[in-house]
């Protein structure tokens, strides 16, 4: 891993580079995928970096481990709470405050006002979007389009969830991180294993062996197939008058 981990910090380098940009921004929000992206990061560009913390009703807790992992990589942090401007839309769209945040079309609003604050940030300063999805999530679309899925680079794709796990203790991730049950925090009590069905476990062995459960197996080629409009550019009928 320390090797993938160097390899890691010379692509972002490159492809800032490339694209004439000067650094990088991501969201923080206190799990351990963007903390191992905010160490890559720091170690990319140690003066150009950002950190967005973005709590939307989100769990106190998630916004505590955030700046812990601020604090422990160095890396320099806005807070943006965004349950004003969530509220704002759900009046606009017609809902009060009962309305459940666990129904998905008002759970993946959040996701998506974090896209619009990191491209804001990232076309002031002139950097680059760095998302935190693994090759887990995204090889069953355990993502919002155009929300955290729409980022400029994705350092974590190639690594399984178990994988970026293994390169997060010697990048200085805090236990407290590596410990709690990975959550996108869409709500109170959401986990990642308990939305998907299956556990990263059972996931990443079949992903790397193509071993597993039929269950298993069954549920994640399923997924698979169901989400992959997640994982291309939009199709288009191609040029006229060819």
Known sequence: MQKETVRLVDWIKDRVEEAGAKGTVFGLSGGIDSSVVAALCKRAYPENSMGLIMPCYSQPLDEEHALLVADRLKVAVKTIPLDDVFDLLLQKFGYGREVEHDY???????????????????ASYNYLVVGSSNRSELEVGYFTKYGDGAVDLMPLAGLTKGQVMEMAHPLGVPEEVLEKPPSGGLWPGQTDEGEMGVSYQQ????????????????????????????????????LPFE
Do not use: S
């Open 203 to 238: 996931l990443d062995h079949f992903l790397l062996t193509g071993q597993g459960e039929e269950k298993v197996r069954d549920a994640v080629k399923k997924m698979h197939k169901m989400r992959e409009h997640k994982r291309k550019m939009p199709p288009f009928p191609g």
């Open 104 to 122: 998905l079309p008002v759970a993946n609003i959040k996701p998506r006002l974090r896209m619009i604050c990191m491209y804001y940030y990232a």
